[in-house]
T-cell receptor
Framework: DGGITQSPKYLFRKEGQNVTLSCEQN?????MYWYRQDPGQGLRLIYY???????QKGDIAEGYSVSREKKESFPLTVTSAQKNPTAFYLC????????????FGDGTRLSIL | RKEVEQDPGPFNVPEGATVAFNCTYS??????FFWYRQDCRKEPKLLMS???SGNEDGRFTAQLNRASQYISLLIRDSKLSDSATYLC????????????FGGGTRLMVKP
């Protein structure tokens, strides 16, 4: 089935540790996105990528990094500089980058140990 | 003022009722609008796009009022399975496909 796969579903981070969240899509979508959602709040954009080998900061990029070496993959690294990483992380993709709906993976829940 | 504002609810309605949600947005340059549904602890799923002329999909009707900068979602004949949080989503005008998500309106349909 075509879709967006995020892994792992649950992740625990120790103090001072970097962790990487995986996002893979087989929809042949050009654009991919990372959001975080805190309890009771809306989604906030961390990073986005319109095309392979290109990515841009979103609204809350500090403490995060991404790469887009392949069209189907857009991993997110939560670095130790992100002081409040506990959240629900959602990856999305869209066909293009102009007024298109975005489709989401089923998310990764990150918690601090 | 938030870019996209929604009444968080919850809206508690009996099965079979008609319920309507509104959403206001601040960026007059926004061109695309969507309603997403999010179940508890799950990812958002696209419910429907919102077109200028209004559009309907089964029991769901979406309307756009550009002059007043609000979007509405009407659900007729509510089902228990409609219980979820409904997210109003607005494209950021000239920023292409960057979307702004409202905080969501929670709907609970009771038997």
């Amino acid at each position: 089935d075509g879709g967006i796969t995020q892994s792992p579903k649950y992740l625990f981070r120790k103090e001072g540790q970097n962790v990487t969240l995986s996002c893979e899509q087989n929809l042949n979508h050009d654009a991919m996105y990372w959001y975080r959602q805190d309890p009771g709040q809306g989604l906030r954009l961390i990073y986005y990528s319109q095309i392979v080998n290109d990515f841009q900061k979103g609204d809350i990029a500090e403490g995060y990094s991404v790469s887009r070496e392949k069209k189907e993959s857009f991993p997110l690294t939560v670095t130790s500089a992100q002081k409040n990483p506990t959240a629900f992380y959602l990856c999305a993709s869209s066909i293009g980058f102009s007024n298109q709906p975005q489709h989401f993976g089923d998310g990764t829940r990150l918690s601090i140990l | 003022r938030k870019e996209v504002e929604q009444d968080p609810g919850p809206f508690n309605v009996p099965e079979g009722a008609t319920v309507a949600f509104n959403c206001t947005y601040s960026n007059s340059a926004s061109q695309s609008f969507f309603w997403y549904r999010q179940d508890c602890r799950k990812e958002p799923k696209l419910l429907m796009s919102v077109y200028s002329s209004g559009n309907e999909d089964g029991r769901f009707t979406a309307q756009l009022n550009r002059a007043s900068q609000y979007i509405s979602l009407l659900i007729r004949d509510s089902k228990l399975s409609d219980s979820a949080t409904y997210l109003c989503v607005v494209a950021r005008g000239n920023a292409g496909n960057m979307l702004t998500f409202g905080g969501g309106t929670r709907l609970m349909v009771k038997p």
